[in-house]
């Protein structure tokens, strides 16, 4: 396709794995569950934005609507 290649690691596994490497070792005790749940909300959080940026970056340069194929005016 366009011949790029992908990263061999994303950058959030280095904080899951914190978060996991804490969570097995007993650091965070009573707060693991609270502390999985944060984890979780910022990561889905951070695949949203994301796929909204992409959206919009697509429906730009095609020219048309994000949830339709109707051209856009001309400006």
Do not use: D
Not at 11 to 37: D, Q, R
């Amino acid at each position: 396709m366009s011949g790029t290649r992908p990263e061999l690691f994303h950058w959030f596994l280095f904080p899951l794995a914190l978060v996991v490497y804490a969570a097995i070792s007993g650091l965070l005790g009573w707060m693991e569950e609270a502390v999985l749940a944060v984890f979780t909300a910022l990561v889905t959080a951070a695949h949203v934005h994301y796929g909204v940026c992409v959206g919009r970056q697509l429906s730009e340069h095609l020219n048309i609507y994000i949830f339709s194929l109707k051209k856009r005016a001309q400006e």
